[in-house]
């Protein structure tokens, strides 16, 4: 099984360095202007100009007809399995009620894990194959997918089994067990921490890749958010955390002190939390769909955290509450226009920089020689089109494994 991808107005590689960009590097993107890819089973065998590159006479070629040719964005933070959404909430927030008096009185989080316990399996699945396609469509090939709507054994493991059926594009499991404090753990937040240790945990832990907690001060403030993530540790998962998305409680610094993969959100987190990440290397994940869909003005510092030499990634934290997108490109159009990020930075940060941030930095995220071919065909002729236009889905056609999966 071998392909030829020729002829696209922009071969965009993301090659470099072994490791996640930072600074200036984020605007390498390596791209090749008359360049070929050669794949054989499902991976990348070379990359180069067309000049150099030999295509043998049984070879399939896809012409890329002039377009941009890119790796698969790498969505490192996305809530894609729940049941029902939330348009209600969105309508009241609309009308002026904000996302904590909607959380207080029952809606939010809780919400939809009601809907989402009374849902089975078979449901989950079938309503995240539609957003799967939704992520197609925008040209992501693999995505981060946490559990979190389920509070209970039962419904993590339900939810965990569901994102290890998600195709065609890769999913990475998370366990969010401590997303929210279900209902029937009310005033009780030590007994349910200790019950996502304790129960949760032992049972989750043999499918997720990393755990992520929920940090701020009154939902899990950061003394109860180290235990859970201390006990994931032990039992081999890597840690990701929401941190300072509300307020500045610490969780940046927490998850500096963890030497966590990632923080994630950092909308309210000073300079001195930004040193602490760097000196740590823990990546930051930049949600600005959440910012922007809950009506905040509030961006994290971009701008900051990459002059501090963070190796940056963004992402859609698709979810049906504060960021119902599945849209990289809406992503990459905020970064640029809302945290003064270039085309090129943040393009580096949904793709090489994403994939490390996963621990799959060697296998995805650029179009590199032994890696999974996951690349995606986008319809425009310059890589600066998909920040720009914002509300279109620039994917024509997306191939993972060195397999067309989705075609316009
Ligand atoms: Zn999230």
Not at 29 to 37: F, H, K, P, V, Y
Not at 157 to 171: D, F, M, N
Not at 339 to 363: D, Q, R, V
């Amino acid at each position: 099984m071998k392909l030829a991808v020729v002829g696209g107005s922009e071969l965009v590689t993301l090659a470099g360095p072994a490791r996640p960009r930072t600074g200036a590097e984020l605007r390498e993107l390596a791209i090749l202007r008359d360049g070929a890819m050669l794949i054989r089973d499902g991976r990348i065998e070379k990359v180069g100009p067309r000049a150099e590159i030999a295509i043998d006479l049984d070879t399939e070629i896809i012409d890329a007809g002039g377009r941009v040719v890119m790796a698969g964005f790498v969505d490192a933070h996305t809530h894609p399995v729940f049941a029902g959404n939330r348009a209600d909430e969105f309508e009241k927030r609309a009308e002026g009620a904000t996302y904590q008096e909607i959380a207080a009185a029952g809606g939010g989080i809780r919400s939809t894990v009601r809907k989402t316990r009374a849902a089975g399996e078979d449901a989950l699945v079938s309503a995240a194959s539609r957003y799967v396609t939704w992520f197609l469509r925008n040209g992501t090939t693999t995505i981060e997918a946490k559990s979190g709507y389920g509070l209970s054994i039962d419904d993590e493991l339900k939810l965990l089994r569901a994102i290890g059926r998600i195709a065609p594009v890769h999913a990475v499991p998370t366990f969010l067990g401590a997303h929210e404090i279900p209902d029937e753990f009310r005033g009780r937040r030590e007994a349910y921490v200790d019950f996502v240790i304790g129960e949760m945990l032992p049972r989750a832990a043999p499918l997720a890749k990393f755990c992520d907690v929920f940090c701020e001060p009154r939902v899990f403030p950061v003394a109860e958010a180290r235990r859970v993530l201390q006990a994931a540790r032990e039992r081999g998962l890597g840690l990701r955390m929401h941190a300072d998305q509300l307020e500045n409680g610490g969780g940046a610094l927490l998850a500096a002190e963890l030497g966590a993969a990632t923080a994630d959100h950092l909308e309210h987190s000073d300079s001195a939390a930004i040193a602490a990440l760097a000196r740590a290397g823990v990546q930051p994940v930049l949600l600005p769909g959440a910012v922007y869909a809950l009506g905040s003005k509030r961006y994290p510092e971009a701008r900051a955290m990459i002059a501090a030499g963070l190796a940056v990634v963004v992402a859609t934290d698709f979810n049906p509450g504060s960021s119902p997108t599945p849209s990289m490109p809406m992503i990459l159009s905020l970064a640029a226009t809302q945290m003064k990020m270039t085309p090129a930075e943040s393009i580096s940060a949904s793709t090489i920089n994403a994939a490390y941030s996963l621990g799959l930095g060697n296998e995805i995220g650029s179009l590199e020689a032994g890696k999974r071919a996951d690349f995606v065909i986008h319809d425009c002729a310059d890589h600066r089109e998909l920040a720009y236009f914002f509300g279109v889905e620039p994917a024509r056609a997306c191939y993972i494994d060195g397999q067309l999966r989705w075609s316009r």
